[in-house]
């Protein structure tokens, strides 16, 4: 009965819709834990290239069961438009389902998230999407959320959004906003209910008969750790938790239940949103790995900010996750650089550190290099380990040591049969 968690082990992005596309080959259950449509999978498949927000990556194997779990908040509206556009690809969702306990983001809660940075000064804006998914977490922690089961319980759900529209018009006429209308809201939560509601459901006894049945699940992160709420950069984070540590509590699993955690890496580094980020390169390097990498955000297009790897933060992320081991992504992007450097330490107000400071020390850190030799080969077409050029082999060893942890996985393109096997 194995559990394996998929996380992040960088700021985000780092590829892991593709891992899991991939990993579901042998999966039974592919859970989403935490987070909202404020971030993208992207999967490239034999149906098409597919942009995954809320919806689990084993979506495109028909049995597998897909669960949005309890750590999540859903947008039903978004959800709604990312199943239309599954289903107009031919894709079969009739295998997803949505916890009950998951809170739904409502149309406050994009208001807010919009009012709350624009707020801030240009240094502290955290870079959010404006999707509402910060809102939507506060009302949970505030215990005045709404959650999915609400929807299939017509007066329980007046009494809740009447309460919420209480509180949230204090705020929203402060900044000249109109009130809520509760009885629009409830309007378009019953359209809400008759199209989702035979997915919502109690998903922990979907799990627990998986789990007694020895089937293989997976636990599918979003974003990474230095975005977590706790361990990331604060206060420039997301608004869960998307840590190996978490997957368990936020699918409905026993705090034992993952027998694997497995970090996916990107082969060099980036970030989208504000915040430290000390391996950025401002320059005509940093502009080349994301033209060739393609670094825009899969759900707003933003261009995200590119550096060579940090492997102080990879660390660090190996030990706040306790991984066992990484798939190392997009290595292909590094084809064309004649030196590539990794970031092994931290220059902090002249000392050198090995570790991740805090935030506000963060922004003071500067990166110490080890530069290692590229390949200058393409490895788009390689499809074995004994292929790739011997510099490239160096390169994934060179990170695997200062990580700390076996590479398991090498991926050269977005394509499924582009991972390859790491020998032992």
Known sequence: MPVLAVVGAQWGDEGKGRVVDWLARRADVVVRFQGGDNAGHTVVNEHGLFKLHMVPSGIFRPEVSCIIGAGCVVHPQALLGELAELQAQGIDTGNLWIDERAHLVMPWHLLLDGIEESGRSARDQIGTTRRGIGPCYTDKAARRGIRAGDLLRPELLRARVTAAARWHDI???????????????????????????????????????????????????????????????????????????????????????????????????????????????????????????????????????????????????????????????????????????????????????????????????????????????????????DALPAAAQAYVRAVEAMAGVPISHVSVGPERDAILEVPR
């Open 171 to 385: 705020m929203l006429r402060h900044f000249g906003q109109p009130e809520i209308d509760v009885e629009a809201v409830l309007a378009r939560c019953a359209a809400e209910a008759e199209a989702l509601g035979g997915r919502i459901v109690d998903t922990t006894l979907r799990l627990e008969q998986a789990q007694d049945g020895g089937a293989t699940i997976l636990l599918e992160g979003q974003l990474g750790v230095m975005r977590d709420l706790e361990w990331g950069i604060y206060p420039f984070v997301t608004s869960s938790s998307p840590t190996a540590a978490y997957a368990p509590a936020g699918s409905g699993l026993g705090a034992g239940a993952v027998d694997e955690a497995i970090g996916v890496v990107k082969a060099y580094s980036t970030s989208v949103g504000g915040g430290p980020f000390p391996t950025e390169l401002l320059d005509a390097t940093g502009e080349r790995l994301r033209s060739i990498g393609g670094e825009f955000g899969a759900t707003t297009g933003r261009p995200r900010r590119c550096g060579w790897l940090d492997a102080v933060a990879l660390r660090y992320a190996v030990r706040r996750n306790g991984l066992s081991s990484l798939v190392l992504t997009k290595l292909d992007v590094l084809d064309d650089f004649a030196e590539i450097a990794v970031a092994e330490a931290y220059s902090l107000d002249g000392a050198r550190i090995d570790r991740v400071p805090t935030t506000d020390d963060q922004w003071r850190a500067e990166p110490v290099y080890e530069w290692l030799p590229g390949w200058q080969a393409p490895t788009k077409a390689v499809r074995t380990w």
